[in-house]
């Protein structure tokens, strides 16, 4: 089978190709033709060098990578909830090795759903592990009808999927991205929208029940401001200790998460895309021999939406 190889991390081409044998499954898991792969920022981080590489580089070859959608061709004995020919979806092996980037791919049934007749296999592939990212992070904080959240980051990946999903929960939403992109996350569902190159988002809202920050490092503490007591500051890249201790006197619950492979909550991502309640955006669409320049797009985190990788 065809495979993207990740040999020369950190350099600007870290991508090589080569044939490799398919590979086996276990009892558990299911081997899929993979039709597309969606490319994530921790993607970029892991072909750099940093994120996952360390872990990866322990098996040969690294092939990197965690969102696929595509076809199941072969199923373990254990497997009884998908069989030969279903369309699937999923993030594999979150965190750990999803060795996505492949022609075919050994995928845990328990990480899978299928795939709606009424979406493509890109828009699929889109809707893992950014998509769950959101949803994880709402259910961490606990969002509800009546909440007044603010995403950060709302026109990418992660912020695009939050935005409908928090409104599908009944909250009230408030998008932070570019002017750019402004009709965009409104057309999303967004209540309001905040320019980030021309506001400061202290200044312009206050009692937030929910912060989602999706940019991190200097951005995290400034959302301490505009949260209430009794609310909650979630996080994707992590919350320093002084932080945390400042949003505890100020009675602000942080979260510091990171998703997790589930095809429970795929199966709700699955339901929502058939019901036409989520839809992933697609920013644009590379072939697997593209995959060098795939990741230099997701690189510039100037990404509306999703980027997608096809075989």
């Known amino acids: 089978m065809k495979a993207i190889i990740l040999d020369k991390p950190g350099q600007e081409n870290p991508f090589t190709f080569a044939d490799i044998p398919v590979p086996d499954i276990k009892p558990d898991e299911v081997l899929i033709q993979v039709k597309a792969i969606s490319i994530n920022p921790v993607d970029v981080k892991t072909a750099s060098g940093g994120a996952f590489y360390n872990k990866l580089q322990q098996e040969s070859p690294v092939i990197a990578g965690w969102d696929v959608s595509g076809i199941i061709t072969q199923t373990g004995a254990d497997v009884k909830t998908f069989k030969t020919g279903d369309e699937v979806f999923g993030m594999v092996n979150f965190p750990g090795s999803g060795k996505a980037y492949a022609e075919y791919v050994a995928a845990p049934a328990a990480h899978l759903a299928h795939k709606p007749a009424n979406i493509s296999f890109e ?4 809707t ?10 709402l259910q961490q904080a606990g969002v509800t ?4 959240l603010l ?5 990418g990946g992660v912020g695009h999927f939050a935005v409908q999903l928090a409104k599908h929960l009944g909250a009230y939403v408030i998008g932070v991205s570019s002017t750019e992109n402004k009709d965009f996350v409104l057309a999303l569902g967004a209540d309001e929208h905040i320019d980030y190159k021309e506001q400061d988002f202290e200044k312009e809202v206050g009692g937030v029940d929910v912060a989602i920050d999706i940019v991190g490092g200097d951005n995290i503490p400034r959302n301490l401001t505009i949260i209430k007591p009794g609310g909650t500051l979630v996080s994707n890249l992590g919350i320093k200790d002084e932080v945390a201790a400042a949003a505890k006197d100020k009675e602000i ?3 510091a998460y990171l998703v997790h492979s589930s095809g429970d909550d795929m199966k709700t991502l699955a ?4 019901k036409g309640t989520l839809t992933p955006h697609i920013f644009k669409t590379f072939s697997f021999t593209d995959i ?3 990741h230099k797009q997701v690189a510039t985190s100037h990404t509306v939406g999703k980027v997608i990788v096809t075989f």
């Open 123 to 126: 828009q699929a592939a889109a």
């Open 128 to 137: 893992t592990l950014a998509a769950l990212t959101a949803w994880q992070d």
């Open 145 to 148: 009808k009546g909440h007044k």
């Open 151 to 155: 995403v950060h980051a709302a026109s």
């Open 253 to 255: 619950k942080t979260i």
């Open 271 to 274: 339901d929502l895309l058939e």
């Open 292 to 294: 060098n320049n795939a």
